[in-house]
């Protein structure tokens, strides 16, 4: 990266702005947005280990838009093996379906609506084949323990997994299909093109008279735009955290066992004893698979952690929206100059760096890696989205949202001590830099954190072809930045209404 003018303190995203270069760059869909540290990910965005945030639907969905998620250092290792295993058995291409029986009620059905954007439950009989399907709309005016048989919509349209590879025309009334299911772009546009003839956004996938899974409109787009991120055995990819006290290495061991695919250290302060004895352990294990430890913020943090094992270091002191680790303590770094800083001190040494945390718009994406960062991980973004745990929740005025809270708040802190005595895990939960319990309001034009991705990705893609680089290295290479005013960066937002 180069500057216009050199700066003269810290800067957060906020502060900067890009300028466009001369470039050959053709297309956005030229771009490569593929991360460069080993981790295989297709897009450079991560799915932050908070307990509000990723789960087992965050982290199918990262994977299967190429991403990744790491679930939280607080789950029991028995709860990791499961989900692990779970999400190891999802289909890269098709997702995966709510579903009940035609004698479920319609309050069963309402209940778990909100667990997907597209609000569809698949119902199905004993043997798995597709009766009908659900929609809100279709429990309007109806008595809530009515059965879903007297309720659903009959034939829906139902596409045959042979219609996604391609071998036969696929499309049924309910029937049975044979065949994988597969994701070729042509198998994709001819799914697109039943559901635009049949006047439908979603539709249920068999295989040998099965469900298999769903596809809507938007997912069949996505699947040409996106590839997964998958494993040498064609799984979808997931890495999960582990804390730096206790028996580390028996817990990365079980980790490692269970199939995740990224072991991420992770602590509050990355720069410290502990978290240097918790690498000497895990990397005794020869795990075969990229190491990430943190939060650190200095280039010297950096090296010795690069020096102890680390192949990634996270980099993020503060600047997250459930963290009050700054107003507490005045710890922490403004985190575009933060991620600068590491990210050269990680590559001379041989590592990379993932900027954690404070972004809030596509442009903050994009500047974390023009600073040099090989993926971006965001949390409170992502929480109020339908794929992460939360509960969805409605307020007063009938805005949906999920509550977020700070993996160092005083609720995070007792979750994680529950097996502690009262006494102890009360006097823990004094210490908190985070905070406990916040609204993260659902946006209607942007549901799901696959709308997230799509707008992030959208944006990194334009400003990479303004930059005139058509992969991450030369972003990084070619990116030119000035430094603005308050008013400047104000002057860029839109204006919603007229004035």
Known sequence: MRFLTEPTTDLTYSDLFLVPSRSDVTSRLDVDLAADDGTGSVIPLVAANMTAVTGK?????????GGLAVLPQDVPLDVIRDVTAWIKTRHPVLETPVTLSPADTVIDALHLMGKRPHG????????????????????????????????????????????LDGSTDGSTDGGSGTGAAGGSSAGLRRAFDAMDAAGTDIAPVQRDGVLAGVLTRKGALRSTLYRPSLDASGRLKVAAAVGINGDVAGRAAELLAAGVNVLVLDTAHGHQRKMFDALAAVKGLNPGVPVVAGNVVTAEATRELIQAGADIVKVGVGPGAMCTTRM?????????????????AARAAGGRVWADGGVRYPRDVALALAAGASQVMIGSWFAGTHESPGDLQQDAGGRMFKESFGMASARAVQNRNQREGAFEKDRKALFEEGISTSRMFIDPARPGVEDLLDMITAGLRSSMSYAGAADLASFRERAVAGIQSAAGYEEGRPVPQSW
């Open 57 to 65: 639907r965050m982290a199918e969905t990262m994977a299967r838009r």
């Open 120 to 163: 569809a439950i698949m119902v199905v009989d004993d043997a798995g084949a597709v009766t009908g399907i659900l929609r809100a709309a279709d429990c309007e005016g109806q008595d809530r323990f009515a059965s879903l048989a007297t309720v659903m919509r009959h034939q829906p349209l139902v596409l045959d997994a042979s219609l």
């Open 328 to 344: 507490m303590t005045a710890v922490g770094r403004p985190q575009f100059s933060a991620v600068l800083e590491c990210s050269a």
